[in-house]
């Protein structure tokens, strides 16, 4: 089984500024990946960042950058440059890593951390 | 290429109605999966379809069923609704040919139980 937790309910963060959101998480499989979706306001989940368990390099895109712990059990996402459009509800995920796993493909999320950007 | 789409957008029933939503995909996915999100939640696997021909339960599956008519098509089915089953459905496929891929997901299903 996985667990995901996110212990920030909420954050906030001036534009332009740089902002961390945390992520903790468990699990028995061996292979797996990590991701962080964004929730809009229209609800829709788009996928921010995704992370494989077997490599140690750190996964970016564009402004969005993770700090993947392995050992530790931790994946935050930094978000710098901050803008408007970044609010949203920020999910952290994770999923087995392969087809037979006992978690085949099925998403695990932490309960979401509300990001506010302010001007 | 529309991805994934979902029908009805918002659904008010009355508690013991049943009903059935609708998820489509075109993008030759082989998985999907129902979640639903509670507020002040993260999304809940409720049931998901490996491949066309199979479904599985996830982790909160009572009151619902679920049928994969064929390989675009995942529906979810309630048959008598509760009020406790009030909650906002995605639908969402995945293409398992690439390990690499993550879950598309559609812009979801809003459904309020009296």
């Known amino acids: 089984a996985q667990t995901v937790t996110q212990s920030q309910p909420e954050m906030s963060v001036q534009e332009a500024e740089t902002v961390t959101l945390s992520c903790t998480y468990d699990t028995s499989e061996s292979n797996y990946y990590l991701f962080w979706y964004k929730q809009p306001p229209s609800r829709q989940m788009i996928l921010v960042i995704r992370?494989?368990?077997?490599?140690?390099q750190n996964a970016t895109e564009n402004r969005f950058s993770v700090n993947f712990q392995k050992a530790a059990k931790s994946f935050s996402l930094k978000i710098s440059d901050s803008q408007l459009g970044d609010t949203a509800m920020y999910f952290c995920?994770?999923?087995?890593?392969?087809?037979?796993?006992?978690?085949?493909?099925?998403?695990?999320f932490g309960q979401g951390t509300i990001l506010t950007v302010h001007p | 290429n529309a991805g994934v789409t979902q029908t009805p957008k918002f659904q008010v029933l009355k508690t013991g109605q049943s009903m059935t939503l609708q998820c489509a995909q075109d993008?030759?996915?082989?998985?999907m999966y129902w979640y639903r999100q509670d507020p002040g939640m993260g999304l809940r696997l409720i049931y998901y379809s490996a491949s066309e021909g199979t479904t599985d339960k996830g982790e909160v599956p009572n009151g619902y069923n679920v049928s994969r008519l064929n390989k675009r098509e995942f529906s979810l089915r309630l048959e008598s609704a509760a009020p406790s089953q009030t909650s906002v459905y995605f639908c969402a496929t995945q293409n398992w040919d690439n390990f690499l891929e993550t879950q598309y997901f559609g812009p979801g299903t809003r459904l309020l139980v009296l």
């Open positions: 992370q494989e368990a077997y490599k140690q």
């Open positions: 995920a994770s999923s087995s890593g392969y087809a037979g796993g006992t978690s085949y493909g099925k998403l695990t």
């Open positions: 993008m030759n996915h082989n998985s």
